[in-house]
């Protein structure tokens, strides 16, 4: 903790001088009561003493009254924020092998669902952009505040057949990068861009582990969400009235891979209430900074609060104020 106004910091010398004060005055209290009656007779005078309890009130009191002057001299803390204008960019999978009935109702539409909810959990502060992935990439939301058109492009968003998952990723990081720079070393990054697919890559210029590779070298963590089990399958009408199941199993270890080398998490959710859980994870991850915020008015609260009791005390136990 810091202070923007330290020289404030001297009032705090009241503090002990108003201790000594009642000390002073606790002893001529005890000198004045003696001129009246002998000490020993005290305890037929009066029912009980209040004993060390009567010092509860005037000790919440001048504590209070510490943390009202350390208030003068503003306290500063560091704490965790949003940061404005980060952005966070969501690889999103529709490819043929998302149509896989193994996730209810389907991978694609369970994953589309945990998806929306996790752009209505986003901080405000916050920008999203949306990059489909399948034998081509596309980018149908650049970086942007408005939650409304990044949920009509999720559920609009057109299928495909491949997974082109590195150019997915690369595109990715390229899309994070020019919304807010590369990552500079020892600081948090203003981006990170969460890839949901079930990681089998069918085509594609870029690797995996060359997508993984840029993406460190720019600073930006890919956080990965495997959708799927080994029991997936897809459908597919061939002439003649015949129709080809086909074996989509997800590929972790690629989405795995990714994320290890990025600095990034690797989740499996094969289920929708899975998927949520990933998404509030990240939401409250990904890109924060910690700024440094004045908390004087958590402090006078706090005075108040003890002023008052050590009052109401008082007034409860002896019929008067401090």
């Known amino acids: 903790m810091s202070f923007a106004s330290p020289l404030f910091l001297l009032v705090l010398l009241a503090v002990p001088a108003a201790v000594a004060a009642y000390v002073w005055l606790e002893r001529r209290r005890d000198r004045r009561a003696a001129a009246w009656a002998a000490p020993a007779l005290v305890p037929n005078l009066v029912a009980s003493r209040p004993g060390r309890r009567r010092h509860v009130p005037i000790a919440l009191f001048l504590l209070g009254l510490a943390l009202l002057l350390v208030g003068f001299a503003r306290p500063q803390a560091k704490l965790r924020v949003a940061r404005e204008g980060a952005t966070i960019v969501l ?34 502060k916050y920008r999203v952009a949306l990059v ?69 890559q069918t ?8 997508a993984a590779a840029l993406a460190k070298k720019d600073g930006v963590p890919v956080s990965t969400a495997v959708v799927g089990t080994a029991r997936g399958i897809v459908t597919r009408k061939l002439p003649g009235g015949y129709t080809e199941r086909i074996s989509v199993p997800p590929d972790p270890r690629a989405l795995q891979m990714v994320a290890r080398v990025t600095g990034g ?45 050590g009052a109401a005390l008082s007034g409860l136990w002896f019929r008067r104020l401090v």
């Not at 990081?173 to 990552?183: D, F, I, K, L, S």
């Open 91 to 124: 690889a999103f999978d529709v490819s043929r092998s998302m149509e896989a009935k193994d996730v209810r109702p389907t991978r694609l539409k369970a994953a589309r669902a945990a998806a929306i909810d996790f752009v209505n959990r986003l901080p405000a």
């Open 203 to 210: 085509q594609g210029q870029w690797t995996p582990q060359r």
């Open 265 to 309: 998490r690797a989740f499996t959710a094969v289920r929708a209430t899975d998927l949520k859980r990933v998404y509030d994870d990240l939401g409250h991850r990904l890109a924060h900074v910690r700024k440094k915020r004045e908390i004087t008015a958590g402090f006078s609260l706090a005075a108040l609060v003890l002023m008052v009791a």
């Open 132 to 200: 489909t992935i399948s034998e081509h990439v596309s980018v149908p939301v650049p970086p942007t505040y408005d939650r409304d058109r990044v949920r009509r492009a999720l559920l609009l968003a057109p299928h495909g057949e491949g997974t082109a998952l590195g150019n997915g990723i690369a595109r990715s990081v390229a899309v994070a990068v020019r919304a807010v720079g590369r990552g500079k070393t020892g600081e948090p990054p203003a981006a990170a861009v969460l890839v949901i697919s079930d990681g089998a």
